[in-house]
């Protein structure tokens, strides 16, 4: 029997170096696991990035996965995460044909109702951003599709962990 899969949330954090992105990639393509989104910045400690990579898999391949990377010599840490145990968002931009936000109804009352946030019009295009959770974001997309999406993008997942962690003492020995 098959273990089951869900979606986990990885948190890896590492020092800033080139080919990282390759190697950490390759512990997934290795098992033939599809990465999901992936989203790297700055963390709460200077000169240290945090990644966020979710991927659908069992707890036993997470555990071999977090395993391998934090074999890295450039990762200080990596944790994972069930949806339960984050607060998580995405964030997205829609480009429309500005007539349409001029002439339907249709189209004001699905920005209002989505809490979608107008950044900028112009006489030829407007552009919508949407943060949220990702059916948010997959309804605004089948709600607009009608209407003609000119340009559409979509960030990876950004989230923090509900309960405290205790990677800032161990990032804030690292950098000192």
């Given at each position: 029997?098959?273990?089951?899969?869900?979606?986990?949330?990885?948190?890896?954090?590492?020092?800033?170096?080139?080919?990282?992105?390759n190697?950490?990639?390759?512990?997934?393509?290795?098992?033939?696991?599809n990465?999901?989104?992936?989203?790297?910045?700055?963390?709460?400690?200077?000169?240290?990035?945090?990644?966020?990579?979710?991927?659908?898999?069992?707890?036993?391949?997470?555990?071999?996965?977090?395993?391998?990377?934090?074999?890295q010599?450039?990762?200080?840490?990596?944790?994972?995460?069930?949806?339960?145990?984050?607060?998580?968002?995405?964030?997205?931009?829609?480009?429309?044909?500005?007539?349409?936000?001029?002439?339907?109804?249709?189209?004001?009352?699905?920005?209002?109702?989505?809490?979608?946030?107008?950044?900028?019009?112009?006489?030829?295009?407007?552009?919508?951003?949407?943060?949220?959770?990702?059916?948010?974001?997959?309804?605004?997309?089948?709600?607009?599709?009608?209407?003609?999406?000119?340009?559409?993008?979509?960030?990876?997942?950004?989230?923090?962990?509900?309960?405290e962690?205790?990677?800032?003492?161990?990032?804030?020995?690292?950098?000192?």
């Amino acid at each position: 029997m098959e273990a089951q899969k869900q979606l986990y949330t990885v948190s890896i954090y590492t020092e800033n170096n080139v080919g990282l992105l390759n190697r950490i990639s390759a512990i997934f393509q290795k098992r033939h696991i599809n990465i999901e989104s992936i989203n790297t910045s700055i963390s709460e400690i200077d000169g240290v990035s945090r990644w966020a990579v979710v991927v659908s898999v069992s707890e036993e391949q997470i555990r071999k996965i977090i395993g391998q990377i934090e074999k890295q010599v450039e990762v200080i840490k990596a944790y994972y995460h069930t949806d339960e145990e984050t607060i998580y968002q995405e964030s997205c931009l829609f480009k429309i044909k500005s007539d349409l936000l001029f002439e339907d109804r249709q189209i004001q009352n699905i920005i209002k109702e989505s809490n979608a946030r107008i950044v900028t019009v112009n006489r030829k295009f407007f552009v919508l951003e949407k943060s949220g959770r990702r059916s948010e974001v997959d309804l605004l997309y089948r709600e607009l599709k009608p209407f003609g999406i000119m340009q559409f993008v979509r960030s990876g997942r950004i989230s923090v962990t509900k309960e405290e962690m205790k990677i800032t003492e161990l990032l804030e020995a690292f950098h000192a």
